[in-house]
């Protein structure tokens, strides 16, 4: 009988090591789709936070530090000249 034991005990651990492996192979596999995409989901969020806050400095920056523009005249000089009833 102890060979009858040794071998009972012996298929019910094969039968829990194939229902760990069966379960834990789905499992890895998720992992393994799992981990790229959320590294490159957080790497977006980060870049992606980034680039918010340098366009809200750049705002900012933009508001305080303006640079006067030179004024530029758009429309007709005035003419003065002596002469200019000669053209009429």
Same mark, same amino acid.
């Given at each position: 009988?102890?060979a009858? &034991?040794?071998?009972?005990?012996?298929?019910e651990? @094969?039968? &829990?090591?194939g229902? $760990?492996?069966?379960? +834990?192979?789905?499992v +890895? /596999? +998720? $992992? !393994?789709i799992g981990y790229p995409?959320?590294?490159?989901?957080?790497?977006?969020?980060?870049? /992606?936070?980034f680039l918010? %806050?340098i366009?809200?400095?750049? !705002?900012i920056l933009?508001h305080? !530090?303006?640079? =006067?523009a030179p004024v530029?005249r758009? /429309? =007709?000089?005035? %003419? @003065?000249?002596?002469?200019c /009833?000669?053209?009429r």
């Amino acid at each position: 009988m102890s060979a009858a &034991g040794n071998m009972t005990s012996e298929i019910e651990t @094969r039968g &829990g090591t194939g229902a $760990f492996i069966s379960n +834990l192979i789905p499992v +890895l /596999g +998720l $992992f !393994f789709i799992g981990y790229p995409l959320g590294r490159a989901t957080i790497r977006t969020m980060v870049i /992606g936070w980034f680039l918010i %806050v340098i366009a809200i400095t750049q !705002f900012i920056l933009r508001h305080y !530090f303006q640079r =006067t523009a030179p004024v530029v005249r758009t /429309g =007709t000089a005035p %003419v @003065r000249s002596k002469d200019c /009833g000669r053209y009429r």
